[in-house]
């Protein structure tokens, strides 16, 4: 078994729609280890983990954060969680660029 640390997804602002940022690959389980938001000027962010085969829907929403400006917020909700393969982190703002999403875990294949 081998375990990589890695950044899952490097820092952008998280698209104005339902998104998937990351997902585990095949043969690959995923552990949240960091979850990190920051809104420049104020923002909202719903963060869902979904099962592989699953839509992001209120089932699996785990976290609503509204950030104030200027805000980081690391998302304690999130990590340890983890990803089966296809598993998938998606993430939904409330408006164009208000949250600048980053995340680091570790995949063990």
Request: hydrophobic content about 35%.
């Given at each position: 078994m081998t375990v990589t640390a890695k950044c899952l997804l490097e820092a952008k602002y998280a698209e104005n729609a339902q998104t998937t940022q990351y997902t585990a690959a095949a043969g690959t389980r995923t552990i949240i280890d960091k979850f990190t938001g920051y809104s420049p000027a104020g923002g909202t962010l719903s963060v869902n983990l979904v099962a592989s085969g699953a839509s992001a829907a209120a089932l699996n929403l785990k976290v609503v954060k509204t950030l104030a400006a200027n805000e980081t917020y690391t998302f304690p909700e999130l990590v340890g969680?983890?990803?089966?393969?296809?598993?998938?982190?998606?993430?939904?703002?409330?408006?164009?660029?208000?949250?600048?999403?980053?995340?680091?875990?570790?995949?063990?294949?």
């Open positions: 969680h983890i990803l089966n393969p296809g598993d998938f982190i998606s993430t939904l703002p409330g408006g164009a660029s208000t949250v600048v999403i980053r995340i680091s875990g570790r995949e063990t294949t």
